[in-house]
């Protein structure tokens, strides 16, 4: 009889062990991924959470600084009013009958103007050199129209070469500082 409860229980020690090892540790394995699962994630909630508290000042510093942007860029000249002047320059050389060869205001000009401070009592300037072809009546009459514009402060220079060829047009150059803003075209 004691042969037989040892037996009994040897096997039903065995199924329990068989038991244990098919259920329970692959559970647990499982179990234990879910875990680690689970931790991830609140992780992922707590830093979420930490950045969604932050959001409103975020929001507000963004707010601020776009609302400092917006100021200063009150203050600098707009590059569409160089545009503007470069294009009424030569929708005039056209109207003049000359051609524009080229608009050229100095880097160090435009590097200056981007230091003014908004507020500044300086108006912003900048000293153009327009190089034309054409003839010598058609410049002084645009000579003339650069004179009587708004944005006009003064001369810098005037040049009027042609080369030996009698065919080849007369080249110009006119240099002269402009008041960056009024460049209002005439009729």
């Not at 991830?40 to 929001?59: C, S």
Request: with cysteine.
């Amino acid at each position: 009889m004691k042969k037989r409860l040892v037996i009994y229980s040897g096997t039903a020690l065995v199924m329990l062990a068989a038991w244990y090892a098919l259920l329970f540790v692959p559970f647990s394995k499982d179990h234990q991924e879910i875990n680690t699962r689970i931790q991830q994630a609140q992780a992922r909630l707590d830093e979420y959470h930490r950045i969604m508290e932050q959001l409103p000042k975020y929001l507000d510093t963004y707010k601020n600084l776009k609302r400092s942007m917006s100021k200063l860029n009150e203050g600098l000249y707009a590059k569409d009013q160089i545009l503007d002047l470069f294009d009424l320059l030569h929708k005039q050389a056209a109207k003049h009958g000359l051609k524009i060869v080229e608009i050229t205001p100095p880097i160090e000009e435009l590097l200056l103007l981007n230091s003014i401070m908004p507020g500044s009592q300086k108006p912003p300037f900048l000293n153009l050199g327009v190089k034309l072809q054409g003839s010598f009546a058609d410049f002084g009459r645009y000579v003339r129209f650069i004179e009587n514009a708004d944005f006009y402060q003064g001369i810098n220079r005037c040049q009027v070469t042609k080369s030996e060829d009698d065919n080849s047009p007369i080249n110009h150059l006119i240099a002269f500082r402009a008041l960056i803003g009024y460049s209002e075209e005439e009729s």
